[in-house]
């Protein structure tokens, strides 16, 4: 999958596998994992301007139920790759620029063009990166699972789930701030 909701400044090709032939620049993220080839999610990507490279994402965990991708980022030169839930955020003008984010998994990806944010889902929070890079992170919201019901304005609407009550409750989350209110993690 590969999202192209915000403009880029560079196209990938998800590869089946590593190529036989490698090219003249790769790069393996995180750097000081072992055996990152098995189930790797391996890209060639195509900076505008800048020498094509291999991009070899370490798997975080097979399934169904965490996402795999490239996203665009709010910053054109940056592409999400999210490989089993591990997300991971490079430069493409200079692939040793790059970030892992730090829920592990992330549970969803979510743009939001018209807020210019890349919204990652974990199993308790919610985290915001902009074109400067991390905007801000929620606090706990939910005890296990939390889902995004809709956008109202500067406000995202959500469902997370209470331990005490064993029910969903209802969340707010100002997109420009982080500040949150709600949700179902009550002491």
């Not at 596998?17 to 999610?41: C, D, H, K, T």
């Not at 020498?51 to 965490?66: D, K, R, W, Y």
């Not at 005490?164 to 707010?172: G, I, L, M, Q, S």
Request: glycine share 10%.
């Amino acid at each position: 999958m590969i999202d192209s909701t915000f403009p880029h400044h560079w196209h990938v090709e998800v590869l089946p596998s590593r190529p036989l032939i490698l090219p003249a620049r790769q790069f393996v993220y995180p750097a000081q994992v072992e055996e990152v080839e098995r189930g790797a999610l391996e890209l060639m990507i195509r900076p505008q301007g800048v020498q094509p490279f291999l991009a070899t994402c370490a798997l975080g965990f097979a399934g169904p139920g965490v996402p795999t991708g490239v996203w665009a980022c709010p910053d054109p030169a940056w592409l999400c790759a999210v490989a089993g839930g591990y997300a991971y955020l490079i430069d493409t003008r200079d692939p040793t620029q790059w970030e892992q984010l730090v829920y592990r998994p992330v549970t969803a990806v979510t743009p939001l063009a018209d807020h210019d944010l890349l919204l990652f889902s974990g199993f308790h929070s919610l985290l915001a990166w902009g074109r400067v890079g991390r905007i801000w992170q929620t606090g706990r919201l939910s005890w296990d699972g939390l889902s995004i019901t809709a956008i109202r304005g500067e406000t995202l609407l959500g469902l997370g789930w209470d331990m005490k009550t064993d029910a969903e409750r209802e969340f707010e989350v100002n997109l420009k701030t982080g500040e949150h209110r709600g949700g179902g993690y009550l002491l």
